[in-house]
């Protein structure tokens, strides 16, 4: 079977991708209103469309060959913007615990500081591994899960629990992807400036 080689990635900011993504950061906080709210369905709302076009977005780089190094940054910070919208505005509204908060923020703190070393020994940023991936989509399913049972309190008994353990797990994945990122990081600070390791444009382990 053929295998399809990964379009390369350009230097263009102007594309089509690049402008769903922006349409995408630029939802973060009217979803972040909605939440705290209480507007819980609206906000379910905009939390699908802003799915649907991170779809859109990755679907079109490839066919129109639009893959650019800007949409390969833009796409995690908006995953990360809407994680952490979603746990400020539930924790404002006390649906979820406040250390599960705490827990899934000082990561994302750990990470910042980390790759602001790696870029000061002049190292990029890791690839995107199956553990981060997994964090982020267990978090993808189980906060939205909460807002669900916030919404229709009819199904709370279900999509609450159900919610805060997917949610759990994710903060236990996210922060084991942290601390691959972090034996990586601390073997690449005893490489020699420019004899680094592959590296990748997300920041997400």
């Known amino acids: 079977m053929e295998h399809r080689a990964e379009p390369e990635a350009s230097d263009r900011i102007l594309t089509v991708p690049n402008i769903l993504s922006f349409l995408r ?6 979803f972040l209103v909605l939440l705290v709210e209480g507007e819980d369905l609206a906000a379910l709302a905009v939390l699908a469309l802003s799915g649907f076009t991170d ?14 190094k800007l949409g390969q940054l833009l796409d995690p910070a908006a995953d990360r913007l809407y994680i952490l919208a979603a746990l400020l505005g539930l924790g404002w509204r006390d649906l979820i615990p406040l250390w599960l908060v705490v827990v899934i923020i000082a990561r994302d703190v750990m990470l910042i ?4 070393w790696l870029a ?3 190292h990029g940023a890791f690839p995107v591994n199956w553990v981060g991936k997994w964090a982020t989509a267990c978090l993808f399913v189980g906060l939205p899960l909460l ?3 916030a919404a229709f309190p009819a199904t709370a008994v279900v999509t609450q629990p159900v919610g805060l353990i997917v949610a759990i797990l994710g903060a236990a994945l996210y922060w084991w992807a942290g601390g691959l990122y972090l034996l990586q990081t601390v073997r690449a ?3 020699p400036k420019g004899q680094t390791e592959p590296q990748s444009d997300t920041l997400e382990p």
């Not at 779809?55 to 650019?68: H, I, K, M, P, W």
């Not at 500081?113 to 602001?116: E, K």
Request: glycine residues 10%; without cysteine; proline residues 3%.
């Open 113 to 116: 500081a980390l790759a602001a």
């Open 55 to 68: 779809f859109l977005d990755g679907y079109l780089a490839r066919r129109l060959n639009q893959v650019s």
């Open 147 to 149: 807002m669900l049972a």
């Open 189 to 191: 600070s005893g490489i």
């Open 120 to 122: 000061k020994i002049g």
């Open 25 to 30: 950061l630029a939802l973060v906080p009217v």
